[in-house]
């Protein structure tokens, strides 16, 4: 069973950067074929899509987001990570890491989640 | 950009009750459209995918349908523990992903 834990600072100071790694155990990122995604959800407010990464390297992001955000990927350590510049109180959320169905058009199996708050 | 809209936003109803949630899309989607379950504090669960292929284990009581502009989700005799947060969640080939604002049910 793929399992996915995300790793994060949890509290993280206005116009820092914010950087999350997502372990992923009982899958191998670079066996292929599938999007390494996350996803944010703000305190009360629906999910939204932040981008994804193939064990290629090639990223795609939300263009709401993409001026700040950068995904990586570790295939030695089989992780892979995100990085969000600038950050304000507007990015406080539970971030997700999740791994992509084999057609790349939902998300089949998440990580629980982690809180990033962002404060002075 | 493409705009979900799902509804209600929430709905009360008893251990028994066919419950629909609908999404709809602001402009033709084919079946790109899945659907999930969220329990507070956790992560979301795939149920539904390509509008109305259910996940492999997930229970025969949930069902999706439509295509184009309007989706629908059905739990056909609601159980204990289908109390959460349901949402609907499209994709697009640029590629862009965006979920609904998600619907809440709870007991009535």
């Known amino acids: 069973q793929v399992q996915l834990q995300e790793s994060a600072p949890g509290l993280v100071k206005p116009s820092q950067t914010l950087a999350l790694t997502c372990a992923v155990s009982g899958a191998s990122i670079s066996s292929g074929g599938y999007a390494w995604n996350w996803i944010r959800q703000a305190p009360g407010k629906e999910l939204e899509w932040i981008g994804s990464?193939?064990?290629?390297?090639?990223?795609d992001y939300n263009p709401s987001l993409r001026s700040r955000v950068t995904i990586s990927v570790d295939k030695t350590r089989n992780q892979f990570s995100l990085k969000m510049t600038s950050v304000t109180v507007a990015d406080t959320a539970v971030y997700f890491c999740?791994?992509?169905?084999?057609?790349?058009?939902?998300?089949?199996?998440w990580g629980q989640g982690t809180l990033v708050t962002v404060s002075s | 950009d493409i705009q979900m809209t799902q509804s209600p936003s929430s709905l009360s109803a008893s251990v028994g009750d066919r419950v629909t949630i609908t999404c709809q899309a602001s402009?033709?989607?084919?079946?790109?459209l899945s659907w999930y379950q969220q329990k507070p504090g956790k992560a979301p669960k795939l149920l539904i995918s390509d509008a109305s292929v259910l996940k492999r284990g997930a229970p025969s009581r949930f069902s999706g349908r439509g295509s184009g502009t309007v989706f629908t989700f059905t739990i056909s005799g609601l159980q204990s523990e289908d109390f959460a947060t349901y949402y609907c969640?499209?994709?697009?080939?640029?590629?862009?992903?965006?979920f609904g604002q998600g619907t809440n049910v709870d007991v009535k």
């Open positions: 969640q499209h994709y697009s080939s640029l590629p862009m992903y965006t």
């Open positions: 999740a791994r992509g169905s084999t057609s790349w058009r939902s998300f089949e199996f």
């Open positions: 990464i193939h064990d290629w390297g090639n990223t």
């Open positions: 402009q033709d989607i084919g079946n790109y």
